[in-house]
């Protein structure tokens, strides 16, 4: 048997002679095939491992039931720590993302070695509260390091591609490499060597069926296939079973988008092909596009997640314009509700002007909300607001915005969130706002869909699955919002048309609005935003759409003043 190399190691790094010996007649040996589970979540922990070289991958299942990727193991790295010192059972299931070799200590073994030589213990406690802070932070070690960029098409110059995308991550003060197929005779040590002496390695090829793409494949921590809008993927557009990156979704594709070609394929056709989790864009000769792929590589995306509330989601506007005027450049928006309309303006890419001239005319200028009717279903026909999504977002698709976006609905007859990440924007948006009692609810596939709010109004953990980087939330729901005057002694519906006539809306559409934002206590959400922002909105309320400047200037405020005093800054 080898020695173990233990330079890399640093639960070994100062251990004395003696204790490596021993550690080396005990260590049991592992090499890992791509795809192969190490242990999975609720497994006894017997075992401590520690990775010699590849890359792992700890997985949790998420809300939906899926794998959800909560960190990578590098060379050098312990693994089941944790569980084997507390005697749980693993909290997480690891994976090899690739070919990976590993040695362990069983857990009679270990617990000999650190009583015998305590600065063995030593040495890990400062391990673990490494790992422990860094999490804490976000940083790097828990993104992926190993970047495979395929293409799709030999027109798309792929190194071409990759050298500008390096360009904006040297930018960010970060080392990468660019590895080719002339590259592809070097050996193991090699690759590891360049891994090791770099934050990021990029490796690149074109589409097809060789052996240089295969290992591009199986190396990489995370895949991005470049494809163009003026052509048609093949499918399936990657060959099978030959990564566990595509078995785990840990797939992107990058749509290039050249200047004066007309698109002959839809973005949701590339990412079917690539059977991909994201959709990125590149537009050709666009440095906002390259700077966001850089961040997004080196996991200082910045995400922007908007809640629910009524006409106080104006707010929403002013935080926009502050954070804006700070230098934040967003690079994946989501919201719920109202929030989710106005992060649908800026993932159009508009300007601070635009975005209040299309709410404006949207909902200041008439109010959308007061066709009234006998209530069957809802207290309005929906008519107006539907003719007001169509004249100001058409009929644009989720996946053709500028930058990544999500909004949510409430499935009633299924009791879950969905999450609309493609199709239409302007019908995921009519379900994001059904607001139960005032909207009439949106029916698709025999399942009755209504504001997100209900169930998330700030899904900032949705979020959070999306990118590796921070997350700045606005939240207008905590604060009251409902006038209790209105409540005591009611007057009849006639008397109430009689005093305020057709167009102001009763007390009873305040009260199932906030019945539906209002926040709920525990969600299974773990997450919360890096930076939360919570205007001070006084007496506006949820109806009260005239509301306008007082609730963007509200936000704006708030804004100013929580970027002054917080300690985050990213």
Same mark, same amino acid.
């Given at each position: 048997? +080898?020695?173990p ?6 639960f070994?790094?100062n ?5 490596l ?10 090499? !890992?095939?791509?795809?192969?589970p190490?242990?999975?979540e609720g497994d006894?922990?017997d075992?401590?491992?520690? @990775?010699r ?15 959800e990727?909560?960190g ?6 312990p ?8 005697g749980?059972t ?5 994976y090899?993302?690739?070919?990976s ?5 069983d857990k009679?073994t270990? =617990?000999?070695l ?18 422990s ?10 993104n992926? /390091?190993?970047?495979?960029f395929i293409?799709a098409?030999p027109? $798309? ?7 500008e ?6 930018s ?6 660019? !590895?080719d197929?002339q =590259?592809?005779?070097?050996d193991?040590?090699?690759f590891?060597?360049i ?5 990021f390695? $990029?490796l690149?090829s074109?589409l ?9 494949l ?11 809008t003026d ?5 399936? +557009?990657?060959?099978?079973?030959i990564s566990? @990156?595509?078995?785990f979704?840990?797939v992107d594709?990058?749509?290039? /988008?050249k ?6 394929s839809?973005?949701k056709?590339?990412? =079917?092909?690539a ?8 537009r ?6 390259l700077?966001s792929?850089a961040?997004?590589?080196v ?12 006409a ?10 502050a954070l804006?005027?700070?230098g934040?450049?967003?690079?994946f928006?989501?919201?719920?509700s109202m929030?989710g309309?106005?992060?649908a303006?800026?993932a159009?890419?508009?300007?601070d ?9 949207a ?20 008519k107006? @607001?539907?003719?007001?999504l169509?004249e100001?977002?058409?009929?644009v698709?989720?996946?053709d915005?500028?930058?990544?976006y999500?909004? *949510? ?9 969905? *999450?609309?990440?493609t199709? $239409?924007l ?11 009692g005032?909207l009439?609810?949106? *029916? ?16 900032v953990e ?5 990118h590796?980087?921070?997350n ?15 409540? /005591?002694?009611?007057p009849s519906?006639?008397?109430w048309?009689?005093?305020k ?11 199932l609005m906030?019945?539906?934002t ?6 299974? =959400?773990?997450?919360?935003s890096?930076i939360t922002?919570?205007?001070d909105?006084?007496?506006i309320e949820l ?18 003043e929580?970027?002054?005093n ?5």
């Amino acid at each position: 048997m +080898l020695p173990p190399d233990f330079a890399n190691i640093p639960f070994l790094r100062n251990a004395d002679k003696t204790a490596l010996r021993e550690v080396t007649r005990n260590a049991i040996w592992y090499s !890992i095939p791509g795809g192969t589970p190490l242990f999975t979540e609720g497994d006894v922990a017997d075992f401590m491992w520690f @990775v010699r070289s590849g890359s792992l991958g700890a997985f949790r299942r998420d809300s939906f039931g899926q794998n959800e990727l909560i960190g990578h193991i590098r060379a050098g790295e312990p693994v089941g720590e944790m569980a084997l010192i507390s005697g749980d059972t693993h909290s997480a299931s690891v994976y090899a993302l690739r070919d990976s070799e590993l040695f362990a200590l069983d857990k009679a073994t270990f =617990n000999r070695l650190v009583r015998k030589y305590p600065d063995l213990m030593q040495g890990l406690a400062r391990t673990i509260l490494f790992r422990s802070k860094q999490n804490r932070r976000k940083a790097a070690l828990n993104n992926p /390091k190993v970047f495979s960029f395929i293409s799709a098409s030999p027109t $798309i110059e792929i190194e071409t591609r990759a050298r500008e995308i390096v360009k904006a991550i040297r930018s960010l003060g970060k080392s990468v490499a660019i !590895i080719d197929e002339q =590259n592809e005779a070097k050996d193991a040590s090699w690759f590891d060597e360049i891994e090791r002496t770099n934050d990021f390695v $990029i490796l690149t090829s074109q589409l097809g069926e060789s052996t240089w793409e295969q290992t591009c494949l199986r190396q990489a921590d995370r895949i991005w296939i470049f494809g163009r809008t003026d052509a048609k993927p093949s499918y399936p +557009l990657l060959p099978q079973n030959i990564s566990p @990156v595509q078995e785990f979704k840990l797939v992107d594709v990058v749509l290039v /988008k050249k200047v004066g070609r007309n698109p002959i394929s839809s973005a949701k056709e590339w990412l =079917n092909a690539a059977n991909a989790t994201r959709l990125l864009t590149l537009r050709e000769g666009n440095e906002s596009d390259l700077k966001s792929l850089a961040r997004i590589i080196v996991g200082t995306s910045i995400g922007l997640v908007l809640s629910g509330g009524g006409a106080r989601a104006y707010a929403h506007i002013g935080a926009i314009r502050a954070l804006r005027e700070a230098g934040y450049d967003f690079d994946f928006y989501g919201g719920t509700s109202m929030g989710g309309v106005i992060a649908a303006c800026a993932a159009m890419g508009w300007d601070d002007r635009e975005i209040e001239s299309h709410i404006w005319d949207a909902f200041v200028a008439s109010n959308p909300l007061n066709d009234y009717m006998l209530p069957v279903v809802a207290m309005t026909s929906g008519k107006k @607001v539907e003719t007001r999504l169509k004249e100001h977002f058409g009929d644009v698709l989720i996946e053709d915005l500028i930058r990544p976006y999500f909004c *949510v609905s409430s499935n009633l007859t299924e009791a879950k969130v969905r *999450v609309h990440r493609t199709g $239409i924007l302007r019908q995921a948006l009519r379900a994001s706002i059904a607001l139960p009692g005032i909207l009439p609810p949106v *029916v698709e596939d025999d399942c009755v869909f209504v504001d997100g709010a209900v169930l998330n109004n700030f899904p900032v953990e949705i979020m959070a699955s999306l990118h590796r980087g921070p997350n700045i939330g606005v939240d207008v729901s905590r604060q009251h919002a409902l006038n209790a005057a209105e409540f /005591k002694n009611p007057p009849s519906f006639f008397e109430w048309i009689f005093k305020k006539g057709h167009h102001s809306p009763p007390p009873i559409a305040e009260l199932l609005m906030r019945t539906a934002t209002a926040p709920l206590a525990p969600l299974k =959400n773990t997450h919360k935003s890096d930076i939360t922002i919570v205007p001070d909105l006084g007496d506006i309320e949820l109806r009260d759409w005239k509301a306008f400047d007082r609730a963007v200037e509200a936000g704006y405020k708030a804004t100013v003043e929580k970027l002054k005093n917080s300690e985050e800054s990213f």
